[in-house]
Nanobody, 127 residues
Framework: QVQLVESGGGLVQAGGSLTLSCTAS????????MGWFRRAPGEEREIVSA????????YYADSVKGRFAISKDNAKNTVYLQMNTLKPEDTAVYYC????????????????????WGQGTQVTVSS
């Protein structure tokens, strides 16, 4: 059983920064990619960013390009999301996810290709 545990959410003023962390555990853990999705109240879940576990290919939603940065520590089975210049519209529950079913880097934005999900961490940006 694979478990993903997020941390680092909180309340921040617009223009501020937060760093989210997600650590994977479980004897069976292996992955081709990890990512962050978010869901704002009343909205659909959407991709924020993803990173290929082998190598350094990354993907970002247009709405966060230039403000957010995803990184990883393979030895610690941990993925990070550095969020800068936060805006009120970034307010959402952020979910960490991992995928193994699709062993390539195609369509990293597609939630259906991800196998495991964390419980989420709330990020609130006040104006």
């Amino acid at each position: 059983q694979v478990q993903l545990v997020e941390s680092g959410g909180g309340l921040v003023q617009a223009g501020g920064s937060l760093t989210l962390s997600c650590t994977a555990s479980g004897r069976a853990f292996s992955t081709y990619a990890m990512g962050w999705f978010r869901r704002a109240p009343g909205e659909e879940r959407e991709i924020v960013s993803a990173i290929r576990w082998s190598g350094s290919m990354t993907y970002y939603a247009d709405s966060v390009k230039g403000r957010f940065a995803i990184s990883k520590d393979n030895a610690k089975n941990t993925v990070y999301l550095q969020m800068n210049t936060l805006k009120p519209e970034d307010t959402a529950v952020y979910y960490c996810t991992s995928r193994k079913q699709r062993p390539d880097w195609s369509r990293p934005w597609y939630a259906g290709d991800y196998d495991y999900w964390g419980q989420g961490t709330q990020v609130t940006v006040s104006s």
